[in-house]
């Protein structure tokens, strides 16, 4: 008897894709739909078809899209047999409800295919946590959706009243579940606020960027990690923390978060408010940016919208132009940066070219925030001596007469304190330089600042 062949993996839902192009969302969208059918890549679709998208001064009430569109793409259904239809905007119920009528398939929206992904590629409890909650709030007003089937037996016997019940006892429950998520994730921002405080005296660096813009990968490159690295969007989800050990022998913290992304749900950037701020609180912000994208400047400007949105007054330090190995005319990556603020940096994470130029850049913050300190220990010390070679990069060292080593270093505020309760009172401390990044007044370190170097 032959053996059936079963097939090994589920198939793949195929999508037709659409959309609308509205006059406040024209200088965000990619004009051909590419990000979309990204997005469902992402998700373990197959894009169909080559996607239909409309240009109107408004949105149609009902539909979205004009009455025309619809029945274009109603055609196109019909043609390829798609499984679903993927709409490149956020629908509201009603017109969620009116598409699947008139095409006779499932219709999800731009929103739906983002937290797909997200609930997909959640890996820690936090992230879980913070996809349900983000799910949760896209779901509850589209609840009466879910209950269409009763539709059908409308005005019959024993069907209305506990239609109408279950319904609200669903959104009552999911209203219930909301608060649950966010009690859990206050108590989980708590333990982090708790753990990235313990880190206060580390000098911490912030990747963010547009998602598959290259910030695994440079982290990778800088640290010597093995972070996932993929040529897809949301490849990352989790905040990643490692340690950057630059050439002086200083190490910083780096990490890595989700990706940013043109018209972000809002009820997800809440969500991950909390994984967001680990980062965005950094000592220095790091804005990645694939150079080589020709929608580089639409994705740097989506980055910083989205930060304005966590923080008004929150921007980045420095601008990391990645993949610049592949970057067709250097003319246009000088147009892309023209008149900017921040310091621009130019690398590919891929080959190692520039790298050594950001590191000198964030060398230069840290010093800025770090004292120059002159560090007095007894030979017979050996104890303190090794403390003091652990807590920072040695700049010099020195003994002076027969009883005494005198080391010079640059060390942050906090590791300072940390290292003077550590070491024996024998050990003397003159700070020659306070932190340039504070007034002197301002600087906790005042008090140790020596007149003159002790001899």
Known sequence: MRKLHQPTARPRERFLVCGVVLPHEAHEHDGDLAELRGLLEAAGAEPVGTGVLQKRDSADPATLLGRGKVEEIGREVEHLRPDAV?????????????????????????????????????????????????????????????????????????????????????????????????????EIEARKQREVAARADEFTVGIVGYTNAGKSTLLNRLTGAKELVADMLFATLDTRTRKWK???????????????????????????????????????????????????????????????????????????????????????????????????????????????????AVARRVDARSALVQIDVPLADGRSAALVKRASAVLSEEVVGDELLRLRMRISEGALGNLMRAVAKSVRFTVLATPSARTHSESPLAPFVAREPLA
């Open 86 to 186: 993927a709409v490149d905007n956020d629908l509201s119920p009603a017109h969620i409800r009116n598409l699947e009528k008139a095409w006779g398939v499932r219709v999800v929206d731009r929103s739906e295919v983002i937290l797909d992904i997200f609930a997909s590629r959640a890996r820690t409890k936090q992230a879980k946590l913070q996809v349900e909650l983000a799910q949760a709030e896209y779901l509850l007003p589209r609840l009466k959706r879910m209950w269409t089937h009763l539709e059908r037996t409308e005005g019959a016997v024993g069907t209305r009243g506990p239609g109408e019940t279950q319904l609200e006892t669903d959104k009552r429950l999911l209203r219930k579940r909301v608060q649950d998520l966010k009690r859990e994730l206050v």
């Open 246 to 360: 630059l050439p002086d022998g200083r190490t910083v913290l780096l990490s890595d978060t989700v990706g940013f992304l043109q018209r972000l749900p809002h009820h997800l950037v809440a969500s991950f408010h909390a994984t967001l701020e680990e980062t965005l609180h950094a000592d220095l912000l790091m804005h990645v940016v694939d150079a080589s994208h020709p929608e580089a400047r639409n994705q740097i400007a989506a980055v910083e919208k989205v930060l304005h949105e966590l923080s008004p007054a929150l921007s980045a330090d420095l601008l990391v132009l990645n993949k610049i190995d592949r970057v067709a005319d250097p003319l246009d990556v000088e147009l892309l940066v023209a008149g900017r603020a921040e310091e621009v940096v130019k690398i590919s994470a891929a080959t190692g070219a520039g790298l050594d130029r950001l590191t000198a």
